[in-house]
């Protein structure tokens, strides 16, 4: 589900809610755990290890869509 008020994700930890807040609308739990292995999702997968580069809330659904395997390890609610 796309995210509307930011376009770009922040991985900042001061931001970690919006990082919960797609996982809890996207049926994975809020947890740390989750909340760290998404964020080695968006760094290694979408980012390709680039922390400089900008990827967009749109990316990442599209990933979930596109390669759910990426994201086999995040649990559920």
């Not at 001061?14 to 292995?37: H, P, T």
């Amino acid at each position: 589900m796309a995210k509307n008020d930011n376009e770009f994700i922040n991985l900042d930890k001061s931001q970690e809610y919006e990082l919960k807040d797609w996982l809890g609308r996207n049926e994975y739990s809020r947890s740390q755990d989750n909340v760290d292995e998404l964020r080695n999702i968006i760094i290694d997968k979408l980012k390709n290890g680039d922390t400089a580069k900008n990827v967009r809330w749109s990316e990442l659904d599209a990933a979930l869509a596109n390669h759910p395997s990426w994201f086999s390890g995040l649990a559920t609610k």
